[in-house]
C-alpha cells in the first residue's frame, strides 16, 4: 500500500509553489518599504505560551492545538499561530532594551487540529506582521493602510477591509455583562459551543456562524456603544487618518476575533470570492500581551494572513516558471557547446533549458514548447562551422542571427 500525506498536510507541487514566491516576495517588498524586518521564529514551544496568550477559553487551546509531552516531559505544541512566539523572541531577547518600538514580519507553518475544508488545512502557512511600543493611532492606520497595500500589489481588488474597537480592560467589562444581559433569554438559540462559552467568553457568539447565533445576537448591543472615552478618541482618530491618506474601510460591529489578547481596534481582510464571506487576513491591537508574558509593559498590534487562501484569490492568474531560452542542438558536438553556453549563460543570470540526451529536433522544439521559454536557439554543423545560429523569439514568431557565445546571447534575450 503506497504512504500517503497525513489528513490536513499538504504538498505544494511546481505550478502552485511559484504562486507561493510571489505572494512572499510581495510581502517582503512591501513590509520592508514599511520599514519592516523578518524575524523566524521556532515551531515547537511551551505550550504555557499560548495557554497564557490566546485564553484557556479560546477554541484554539481547548481544542485544535497539536500538544504532547516530549521525551523529557516537558509539555510543547506546535505554533497554532505566530504573535505569541513572535512576542516570546521580543521578551527573551530583551528586544525592547534597543528599541521598544519593534517592527517585525514573518512567514512559515501553523499548525490547528480542525477539519479540513477549502483554503484551511491542518498544517496551514501565515505571513504576519507585529509593531511594538507605539500607543499612537498613527501606528494602526500605517498597519492598515500597510495591509491594503500589499493586496493591491497583488493585483486584487478584493478582499476588503472591515474594522472595529473591542474596548480596553477599562470598559470592554461593561460590554461584556450588557451582552450576557441580553443573550441570557435567548441561550436556548446558541450553538452548543457558544453556551459553553456564555460566562468566559461571550463575545464570541458575535461572530459564530450557526444560524441559532446569528439569530440570537441580532440586534445585540454594539461594543462601540460602550467605548471609553479614551478608546472612543483613539478609534476615532483611527478612522481619521485611514480617510486621509485614502484607505477604504467599512465598520464591522460584530467583529470580535478569536483570541483574548485584542484591544481597541480589530480588523479583517474579508473577500466573497471564496464562497462565503470568509476572513484571509485578521488582527488588531494587543496592548497587555507583552506584560502577560513577563515582558515589559509595552503596545503592540499586528495581523496575520492565510497563505493558502491568498493564493485561492490569485487562482486565475498565470505563476508557472518560464526560461528565458531553450537550445536545440544536433549531434554530440552541438550538445557540448550547447552545454556550455547554458552554463555560461545560467552564471550570467539567464534561465536556461536544453535536453540532456541527443534526441530529434523535433523531440526537443516539443519540450521547448512545453517550458513556454521565451526564446529557442537551434545549433548544429552548420552553425557550428558559421559560429552563429538562428535565435527564434517565440511569442513573436521572428528570428535572427546571434552569435555563438554567452555574451551575445544574454544580450538578445534580456534585451527581449
Known sequence: MAITAV????????????????????ARRIFELYG???IRIPILEKTELFCRSIGDATDIVEKEMYSFEDKGENKVTMRPEGTASVMRA?????????DPIARLYYMGPMFRYERPQKGRYRQFHQIGVELTGVTAPTVDAQVLTMLSHFFAELGLDEPSLQINSLGC???????????????????????EDCKRRYETNPLRALDCKSAGCIEATKG??????????????HFSKTKGLLDLVGTRYAINERMVRGLDYYTRTTFEMVTTMLGAQSAVAAGGRYDGLIAELGGPKLPGIGFAMGV???ALLLAEKEFARRPDLFIAFMGEEAQGTAYKLMT????KGASVEMDYEVKSLKSQMRRSDKFNARYTLIIGGDELARGTAPLKN?????????ALSAEAIYEQVKKG
Open 90 to 98: 521580543f521578551i527573551e531577547h530583551k528586544l525592547y532594551a534597543a
Open 344 to 347: 555560461d549563460l545560467q552564471r
Open 220 to 233: 445585540a448591543p454594539s461594543m462601540l456603544e460602550y467605548l471609553c472615552a479614551d478608546c472612543d478618541d
Open 308 to 310: 493558502e487562501r491568498v
Open 7 to 26: 489528513k490536513g498536510f499538504n504538498d505544494i507541487l511546481p505550478g502552485e509553489v511559484e504562486k507561493w514566491q510571489y505572494i512572499e516576495r510581495t
Open 394 to 402: 517565440m511569442a513573436a514568431g521572428t528570428q535572427e542571427e546571434v
Open 36 to 38: 519592516l524586518s523578518e
Open 169 to 191: 480592560p477599562e470598559c470592554r467589562p461593561r460590554y461584556r455583562e450588557a451582552l450576557k444581559s441580553f443573550l441570557f433569554s435567548r441561550l436556548e438559540l446558541l450553538c
